[in-house]
C-alpha cells in the first residue's frame, strides 16, 4: 500500500498541469503534518519526471536519485542544507532549481515530499 507521500506526489501529477497556483502551507492535524497541496504539486512539476511518484527514478533519468534508498535517509538526515544546496544549486547529474523555485518552495518539496516518500518506503534515518 502507498503511503501519504507516494500518494501526495500521485495526486500532484495529475493536478500540476491544471492548477494555476499552488495554494497555501497545510496546517497540523493532530500533531501530524499533512503534506501539503501546494509541495505536491511542485514535486509533480519539478521533481516527477526523473525522480518518479513514489521516489523510484524512473524514464529518461533512471540513474537519479532513489528518495526510497536507506542511504539517501541517513544523508538527508544529517545534512539536511547540503540536500536543499543541491537542490538549489544542481550537483552531478542533478540540474539547479534556485532560479525556479524560492527556498521556501524548496523545503517545502523537501520535507513534505521527498523525506516522507523515504519513510514510506522504510528507509527514514532515527531522529
Given at each position: 500500500?502507498?503511503?501519504?507521500?507516494?500518494l501526495?506526489?500521485q495526486?500532484a501529477?495529475r493536478?500540476a498541469?491544471a492548477?494555476?497556483?499552488?495554494t497555501?502551507?497545510?496546517?497540523?492535524?493532530?500533531?501530524?503534518?499533512i503534506?501539503?497541496?501546494?509541495a505536491?504539486i511542485?514535486y509533480?512539476?519539478?521533481?516527477?519526471?526523473?525522480?518518479?511518484?513514489?521516489?523510484?527514478?524512473?524514464?529518461?533519468v533512471?540513474e537519479?536519485?532513489?528518495?526510497?534508498s536507506?542511504?539517501?535517509?541517513?544523508?538527508?538526515?544529517s545534512?539536511?542544507?547540503?540536500l536543499?544546496?543541491?537542490?538549489?544549486y544542481?550537483g552531478?547529474?542533478?540540474p539547479a532549481?534556485g532560479?525556479?523555485?524560492?527556498?521556501?518552495?524548496?523545503?517545502?518539496?523537501?520535507?513534505q515530499?521527498v523525506?516522507?516518500?523515504?519513510?514510506?518506503?522504510?528507509?527514514?534515518?532515527?531522529?
Amino acid at each position: 500500500m502507498a503511503g501519504i507521500g507516494a500518494l501526495t506526489a500521485q495526486v500532484a501529477l495529475r493536478e500540476a498541469a491544471a492548477t494555476p497556483e499552488p495554494t497555501a502551507l497545510a496546517d497540523v492535524e493532530g500533531g501530524v503534518r499533512i503534506p501539503d497541496r501546494r509541495a505536491a504539486i511542485l514535486y509533480g512539476r519539478h521533481c516527477a519526471r526523473c525522480h518518479g511518484v513514489d521516489g523510484e527514478p524512473t524514464g529518461e533519468v533512471a540513474e537519479a536519485r532513489d528518495f526510497r534508498s536507506p542511504d539517501f535517509a541517513r544523508m538527508a538526515a544529517s545534512d539536511f542544507d547540503a540536500l536543499l544546496g543541491t537542490v538549489e544549486y544542481g550537483g552531478d547529474k542533478m540540474p539547479a532549481f534556485g532560479d525556479e523555485l524560492s527556498t521556501d518552495e524548496m523545503e517545502a518539496i523537501l520535507r513534505q515530499v521527498v523525506l516522507p516518500l523515504s519513510a514510506d518506503a522504510g528507509g527514514a534515518a532515527e531522529d
